[in-house]
């Protein structure tokens, strides 16, 4: 079977409170969802029709069951997220404290997380070969296994090889409590930017790979790697994407913000969809932008990850130029981004 969008890292199981606006220590009542970065934007892309995997590992417990369960449900091919003995599944726990203050509670990632002893050995290499789409985090570059199984995975793709339509996705991903230093982070990130196509985060994110300085010259400093398409979150500025031929900004779209994690996560599952639809950037942007407003406007992250649908209708409703919707199947290259470097 061959896939649209595998990716590869971080999952969970997130405990969502069912009490808004309170701290943790008040709320009475909790939800219980699919977490975990990649995990998500293998939802995301799959509620878009696109054929995904996540290659992850859980515990051997009832909560890697749970994942498992949910992943195919949502119809993400869990084969990859298999069980590690004598690690437990992990929990994050959240609150929801709307506009702005949600913070998040990792147990069970120390001393180590499932997903972090993922073995280069075990990887599928032909399957991560052929996607259209791999994704993956900075996050998983945090401990040796899983550092050296994403590295050997982005050696299978190497840019001058990518057929036209592959696309090689890093999501900066920056969680300080992660790491010893910014130092750290950067190093492992500069492993993997010579196969990277496409580079997404927001101005602290960019800083970690590329240094400070303003969106335009973060972007610069990113395709100055070879990455063919820099997209630069500028938070109530909305979002910036750019390539060697054009340079494009989409406005936000404001909403009611209920909880704003998952956000990034539907933004992109969005992407990878206009990017293999082939959509032209502006409208690829606009997409993944308004799929990002969708989820901040709801508790879940998982369960609330739109369908192609509702974010045209969301777009026709805020005024924005609807793209051409193409088959799910169908997997193109967006303008400017086929050719390699």
């Not at 002893?117 to 985090?137: K, L, P």
């Not at 793709?157 to 230093?181: K, N, V």
């Not at 950067?186 to 101005?203: D, K, M």
Request: hydrophobic share 40%.
């Amino acid at each position: 079977m061959s896939y649209d969008v595998i990716t590869t890292g971080r999952i969970s199981v997130d405990i969502y409170p069912n009490d808004i606006g309170v701290g943790l220590a008040e709320v009475q009542s909790f939800g219980k969802y699919l977490g975990g970065s990649p995990s998500n934007v293998a939802v995301a892309a799959a509620r878009h029709g696109r054929r995904t995997a996540v290659i992850t590992r859980t515990g051997n417990d009832p909560f890697g069951d749970f994942l498992r369960s949910e992943l195919r449900r949502y119809g993400v091919d869990p084969r990859w997220a298999t069980g590690v003995p004598g690690l437990q599944t992990p929990v994050t726990f959240c609150a929801i404290q709307p506009p702005e203050d949600f913070p998040l509670y990792f147990y069970g990632r120390s001393p180590s997380a499932p997903d972090w002893e993922i073995q280069a050995a075990e990887v599928d290499y032909d399957a991560v070969r052929a996607t259209s789409i791999f994704w993956s985090t900075v996050t998983g570059m945090v401990r040796e296994n899983s550092r050296e199984a994403q590295l050997a995975m982005h050696q299978a793709r190497p840019r001058q090889d990518l057929a036209p339509g592959q696309h090689t996705i890093l999501d900066l991903d920056y969680r300080p409590m992660f790491w010893d230093s910014k130092a750290a982070a950067r190093e492992q990130v500069e492993r993997l930017l010579p196969y990277i196509t496409v580079a997404v985060g927001n101005s602290e994110e960019c800083s970690v790979a590329v240094g400070e300085g303003t969106p335009d010259e973060q972007a610069d400093r990113l395709l100055e790697a070879g990455v063919k398409l820099a997209i630069v979150k500028l938070g109530s500025s909305g979002v910036m994407a750019a390539t060697a031929e054009e340079r494009v900004v989409s406005a936000p779209l404001p909403v009611q913000t209920v909880n704003g994690l998952g956000a990034g996560d539907s933004f992109g599952g969005a992407l990878c969809h206009g990017l293999l639809a082939g959509w032209p950037l502006k409208n690829v942007l606009d997409f993944a932008n308004a799929a990002g407003a969708y989820v901040a406007g709801e508790i879940a992250c998982s369960e609330a990850m739109p369908t192609t649908t509702q974010l045209m209708d969301m777009l026709r409703d805020r005024g924005r130029e609807v793209p051409h919707q193409a088959p799910a199947a169908a997997s193109a290259t967006a303008p400017g981004l086929g050719e390699s470097r």
